[in-house]
Protein backbone atom coordinates (compact mmCIF):
# COMPACT_ATOMS: atom_id res chain seq x y z
CA UNK A 1 0.00 0.00 0.00
CA UNK A 2 1.36 3.30 -0.63
CA UNK A 3 1.78 6.28 1.56
CA UNK A 4 -0.60 8.10 0.07
CA UNK A 5 -3.22 5.99 -0.62
CA UNK A 6 -2.95 5.48 3.24
CA UNK A 7 -3.76 9.14 3.86
CA UNK A 8 -6.74 8.77 1.18
CA UNK A 9 -8.31 5.85 3.30
CA UNK A 10 -8.21 7.68 6.17
CA UNK A 11 -9.42 10.86 4.81
CA UNK A 12 -12.54 9.15 3.16
CA UNK A 13 -13.57 7.79 6.21
CA UNK A 14 -13.39 11.13 7.53
CA UNK A 15 -15.65 12.64 5.26
CA UNK A 16 -17.76 9.47 5.42
CA UNK A 17 -18.22 9.66 8.83
CA UNK A 18 -18.55 13.60 8.81
CA UNK A 19 -21.33 13.49 6.41
CA UNK A 20 -23.25 10.82 8.77
CA UNK A 21 -22.75 13.21 11.22
CA UNK A 22 -24.89 16.00 9.20
CA UNK A 23 -28.04 13.17 8.73
CA UNK A 24 -27.49 12.22 12.60
CA UNK A 25 -27.91 15.70 13.38
CA UNK A 26 -31.13 16.59 10.43
CA UNK A 27 -32.39 13.83 12.44
CA UNK A 28 -32.59 14.99 15.87
CA UNK A 29 -33.16 18.12 14.60
CA UNK A 30 -36.63 17.45 12.80
CA UNK A 31 -37.83 14.84 16.32
CA UNK A 32 -41.30 17.31 15.65
CA UNK A 33 -41.65 18.07 12.59
CA UNK A 34 -45.66 16.78 11.78
CA UNK A 35 -45.16 18.58 8.44
CA UNK A 36 -42.86 18.66 5.53
CA UNK A 37 -43.08 20.66 2.34
CA UNK A 38 -44.73 17.41 1.14
CA UNK A 39 -47.43 17.73 3.75
CA UNK A 40 -46.10 14.16 5.47
CA UNK A 41 -44.19 13.87 8.58
CA UNK A 42 -40.54 14.19 8.70
CA UNK A 43 -38.76 10.64 8.50
CA UNK A 44 -35.03 9.70 9.85
CA UNK A 45 -33.14 9.14 7.12
CA UNK A 46 -29.98 6.49 7.22
CA UNK A 47 -26.39 6.57 5.48
CA UNK A 48 -24.98 3.67 3.39
CA UNK A 49 -21.13 3.29 3.32
CA UNK A 50 -19.71 1.19 0.48
CA UNK A 51 -15.94 0.34 -0.42
CA UNK A 52 -14.78 2.80 -3.41
CA UNK A 53 -14.01 0.59 -6.04
CA UNK A 54 -10.06 0.72 -7.64
CA UNK A 55 -9.72 1.42 -10.69
CA UNK A 56 -9.65 -0.61 -13.66
CA UNK A 57 -6.23 -0.72 -14.11
CA UNK A 58 -4.83 -1.37 -10.73
CA UNK A 59 -7.92 -4.58 -10.95
CA UNK A 60 -5.61 -5.74 -13.46
CA UNK A 61 -2.14 -4.75 -12.50
CA UNK A 62 -2.22 -6.17 -8.79
CA UNK A 63 -5.51 -8.41 -7.97
CA UNK A 64 -3.39 -10.40 -5.75
CA UNK A 65 -2.05 -7.79 -3.44
CA UNK A 66 -5.01 -5.67 -3.59
CA UNK A 67 -7.25 -8.57 -2.15
CA UNK A 68 -5.74 -7.12 1.10
CA UNK A 69 -5.66 -3.36 0.59
CA UNK A 70 -8.45 -1.36 1.08
CA UNK A 71 -9.26 1.66 -1.06
CA UNK A 72 -11.67 3.40 1.22
CA UNK A 73 -15.18 4.38 1.76
CA UNK A 74 -17.98 6.39 -0.04
CA UNK A 75 -21.66 7.36 0.96
CA UNK A 76 -23.45 5.41 -1.40
CA UNK A 77 -27.25 6.46 -0.74
CA UNK A 78 -28.93 8.17 2.17
CA UNK A 79 -32.46 6.71 2.77
CA UNK A 80 -35.63 7.40 4.81
CA UNK A 81 -36.11 4.68 7.57
CA UNK A 82 -39.14 3.02 6.15
CA UNK A 83 -39.39 -0.03 8.64
CA UNK A 84 -39.78 1.96 11.90
CA UNK A 85 -43.43 3.11 12.35
CA UNK A 86 -43.88 6.56 13.02
CA UNK A 87 -45.05 7.80 16.83
CA UNK A 88 -48.35 8.23 17.07
CA UNK A 89 -49.93 10.66 19.80
CA UNK A 90 -53.58 11.62 20.59
CA UNK A 91 -53.62 15.30 20.31
CA UNK A 92 -56.49 16.63 18.63
CA UNK A 93 -56.07 20.74 19.20
CA UNK A 94 -52.83 19.96 17.41
CA UNK A 95 -53.69 21.09 13.88
CA UNK A 96 -51.85 19.06 12.48
CA UNK A 97 -54.42 16.10 13.71
CA UNK A 98 -56.12 13.03 11.70
CA UNK A 99 -59.90 13.23 11.77
CA UNK A 100 -59.81 10.78 14.84
CA UNK A 101 -57.76 13.51 16.59
CA UNK A 102 -53.95 11.54 16.16
CA UNK A 103 -50.60 13.58 15.40
CA UNK A 104 -48.16 11.54 13.90
CA UNK A 105 -44.84 12.66 14.41
CA UNK A 106 -41.52 11.37 13.18
CA UNK A 107 -39.62 8.31 13.71
CA UNK A 108 -36.79 9.66 15.09
CA UNK A 109 -35.50 7.79 18.72
CA UNK A 110 -33.18 10.37 20.49
CA UNK A 111 -31.47 7.95 21.96
CA UNK A 112 -30.97 5.73 18.97
CA UNK A 113 -29.36 8.80 17.39
CA UNK A 114 -26.80 9.93 20.21
CA UNK A 115 -25.69 6.35 20.10
CA UNK A 116 -25.28 6.43 16.11
CA UNK A 117 -23.62 9.96 16.71
CA UNK A 118 -21.39 8.79 19.77
CA UNK A 119 -20.45 5.70 16.82
CA UNK A 120 -19.28 8.15 14.13
CA UNK A 121 -17.11 10.07 16.61
CA UNK A 122 -15.52 7.46 17.53
CA UNK A 123 -15.31 6.25 13.77
CA UNK A 124 -13.94 9.52 12.66
CA UNK A 125 -11.56 9.49 15.74
CA UNK A 126 -9.89 6.20 14.66
CA UNK A 127 -9.73 7.27 10.72
CA UNK A 128 -7.80 10.66 12.60
CA UNK A 129 -5.47 8.36 14.71
CA UNK A 130 -4.40 6.01 11.60
CA UNK A 131 -4.05 9.55 9.07
CA UNK A 132 -1.92 10.88 12.11
CA UNK A 133 -0.32 7.35 12.32
CA UNK A 134 0.41 7.39 8.50
CA UNK A 135 2.20 11.37 8.52
CA UNK A 136 4.51 9.85 11.54
CA UNK A 137 5.55 7.36 9.53
CA UNK A 138 5.98 9.44 6.01
CA UNK A 139 8.04 12.07 8.24
CA UNK A 140 9.99 9.42 10.10
CA UNK A 141 10.91 8.04 6.36
CA UNK A 142 11.84 11.52 5.13
CA UNK A 143 13.81 11.98 8.23
CA UNK A 144 15.85 8.82 7.72
CA UNK A 145 16.10 9.84 3.75
CA UNK A 146 18.18 12.74 4.73
CA UNK A 147 20.67 11.47 7.28
Do not use: H
Not at 18 to 23: K, N, P
Not at 86 to 99: G, R
Not at 121 to 129: G, H, M, Q
Amino acid sequence: MGLFQAFNISASGMTAQRFRTDIIAENIANINTTRNENNVPYRRKIVTFQEKSVTPFSEYYSTSRNKLVGNGVKVTSVQEDRTTDLVQKYDPSNPDADENGYVYYPNVNTVTEMTNLIDATRAYEANVTAFQASKAMAQAGLQVGGR
